[in-house]
């Protein structure tokens, strides 16, 4: 089947034999991407809305896959620890976390691809009890995608590695995605610096993020 490099890559990230929710699956293809791949013992994929929920059920009728229309992790069973969060913002992403904290003591790995917000997807995850085990940066429909594998268990990151990923500068598409957002971050500057709103201690704590990310 053919699926886009950025779900491959969410597939990668799975470990061998795990149990795997996927929130807000859509229509089922990393499914059956990961059953085609036998990468993963048992399958959850939950959707919150009826359209999309309609459409996973037709796709996925013919696999072994178990369906539920509910709330982000609300109905996950006790067996699953696996977490995939793929393709929404990352305020969503974690507000669904966070929301069913206690679902997660048997939860070994959370995979993530949040559209924007990455910093605050860094911090939630790593204060809810774990450490991210590897990043890679996707550039797809014309946007960088960052896909996160954390695991159980506790590191202190510093201020760029929240803000930018963990070792993601060793990462092929870095510099390219530096500079881009080298150049959306200037922007930002110039018309914050023309605005009403711009006060000193705001120019200079953006100039200070972008010597941060030139010095990376
Ligand atoms: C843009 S799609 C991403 C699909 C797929 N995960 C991907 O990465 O390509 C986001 C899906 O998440 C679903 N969704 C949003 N909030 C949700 C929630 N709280 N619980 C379950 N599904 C949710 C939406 O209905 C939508 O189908």
């Known amino acids: 089947m053919k699926i886009s490099n950025r779900l491959k890559v969410i597939a990668s990230f799975i470990k061998d034999n795990?149990?795997?929710?996927?929130?807000g699956a859509d229509h089922g293809l990393l499914e059956i991407y990961l059953l085609e791949q036998n990468k993963a013992n048992s399958l959850f994929a939950v959707e919150n809305k009826i359209g999309p929920f309609t459409i996973l059920k037709n796709n996925l009728k013919d696999y072994k896959v178990d369906l539920s229309l509910s709330d982000g992790i609300s109905e996950m069973p006790e067996?699953?620890?696996?977490?995939?969060?793929?393709?929404?913002?990352?305020?969503?992403?974690?507000?669904?976390?966070?929301?069913?904290k206690e679902k997660l003591t048997n939860v070994k790995q959370i995979v993530v691809d949040a559209h924007r917000d990455n910093r605050l997807v860094r911090e939630t995850i790593t204060n809810l009890g774990y450490y991210i085990e590897k990043e890679q940066i996707v550039f797809e429909n014309n946007k960088y995608?960052?896909?996160?594998?954390?695991?159980?268990?506790?590191?202190?990151?510093?201020?760029?590695?929240?803000?930018?990923?963990?070792?993601?500068?060793?990462?092929p598409l870095f510099e390219d995605y530096k500079e881009h957002e080298l150049n959306t971050l200037s922007l930002n500057l110039v018309k914050y610096r023309s605005s009403e709103r711009a006060t000193k201690v705001g120019i200079e704590t953006k100039e200070a993020k972008i010597r941060r990310l030139m010095n990376l």
């Open 18 to 23: 795990s149990n795997v929710i996927d929130v």
């Open 79 to 100: 067996h699953v620890d696996t977490i995939v969060i793929a393709g929404m913002g990352g305020i969503l992403i974690s507000d669904i976390l966070k929301a069913h």
């Open 145 to 171: 995608y960052f896909v996160i594998s954390f695991l159980k268990g506790h590191k202190k990151y510093s201020e760029d590695e929240l803000e930018w990923g963990y070792k993601t500068n060793k990462d």
